[in-house]
């Protein structure tokens, strides 16, 4: 169910703030029981939020449930050599679960393609076949549907057991549990909450008219993200990358890459706004994910305000047990390496992912070698916010890309490498024009000079313009999926 649905703003989501309102002022013979009631409540609506989605995914997240809760109680219940191998138990089966719903697929079609270059029926060549992932079929083996926010919620059920491993002390309710992997704001793309961060929430939390209203003004500010800017622009997307990438030319490859750019921040921010707000409207109070990473001046600050979860996760759970930056230069370089090539994996089954990563971490290992002292000696920021930028949207050219192949095609298209066929005037309107205006404005720079025009946000005109207009495109059949849905 998406938070920018009909379905979800009218039906779903008021039944869940009225059931919530009403379960508070029910009497109660003390607030604790109050808190569980609500708990209750808000976990049978998170179930039937994801059930939406597919009711045999439902399974998978209760077993992930399951799996992690008893773990955990039973690391903390030993010592010693068998303490360390009930936690690797844990993280495999959850490693295996999520490998074998997001990759194999992947790694059946790697299999038969190398099989019809053994057996000599490949038809193309072989890195085209092996890059495309497409497979040839001999294996006759059914595709896995990929079961939707897999990787987060799994993600934060192995920092639950990992902090119990290290001595925080277990969550002896089932209840609260589940509530913390499901809990519908944050169960589909983030952010990645961790359980000492909301663990007291589930048991103590208030409501106030003050926090409710940040709430929806968080919540319309991200609507308005997704729906108004976002959704323009990735369909602009989606029209370029559909071409034949060879014949895109340069200025429809700068607008496709721009646009894109574009809609992954505000279609990623877009959400991790609405699922702060809706916290916020429960009494739940989420951390930020995004902190204008497109004003970074260095690829090294663009990783600490682009998807700060994930990034606080990998540096908790890899970068710091490896050993962090306190062991040497080259040990550090390794670790980046390590983190960097995890994230690309993480994000998908797809070599362009596995490209991503790596990208950033040889620019990341550049910047801790000496890049990172020349940025910070640069007098002229300006070049050092251009030279991030530059690598950011190239870096997108590989995450949106079907195959490698394809995006060192476009990425030459960009250089003017290859014949234009197509005019980059023939997919602007004013609609996709004032998206890319209000892109280039929202994007931070001029609410990080000017910390007064923030305040524009909290104007009551100024939100209910937003909501409006937003539901209006809505109800007109916008372009709507997310993009971190598939992850």
Known sequence: ML?????????????VIAGNALLGLLPCSSEEKRIRRKNCFL????????AWGGVWYVLIMLGVIVLNFWGALLLSGSGGRSRRGFLAVIILLNILLLFFFKYFNMLIAMVETVMAVSQGGLEGSFWECFFSLEGTGALQMPRIALPIGISFFIFQAMSYVVDVYRGAPPEKSLLDFA?????FPQLIAGPIVQYNDIAGQLRVRSESGEDFLYGVRRFVHGLGKKVLIANTLGSVADQIWAL????????????GMISYTFQIYYDFSGYSDMAIGIGRMLGFRLKENFAYPYTAMSVREFWRRWHISLSSWFRSYVYIPLGGSRQGLAVT????????????IWHGANYTFLAWGLFYAVLLILERLFLGRLLDRNPMKLLNRIYTLSCVMIGWVFFRSNSILAAVEYVGQLFGMGEARYSALSFLNMQVLLALLLGAVGAGFVQRRFRGVSRLYDNFVFQM????VSILCLVAGTYNPFIYFQF
Not at 244 to 255: K, M, P, Q, Y
Request: net charge neutral.
């Open 3 to 15: 938070f920018s649905s009909m379905v979800f703003l009218w039906i779903f989501f008021p039944f």
């Open 43 to 50: 976990l049978v609506c998170s179930i039937f939020f994801y």
């Open 465 to 468: 313009a937003i909501l409006a």
């Open 179 to 183: 509530l913390y992997v499901s809990l």
């Open 244 to 255: 034949e990438t060879t014949h895109v030319g340069a200025g429809t490859a700068w607008l």
């Open 333 to 344: 370089c390794r670790n980046l390496f390590i983190v960097f090539l995890l994230t690309g």
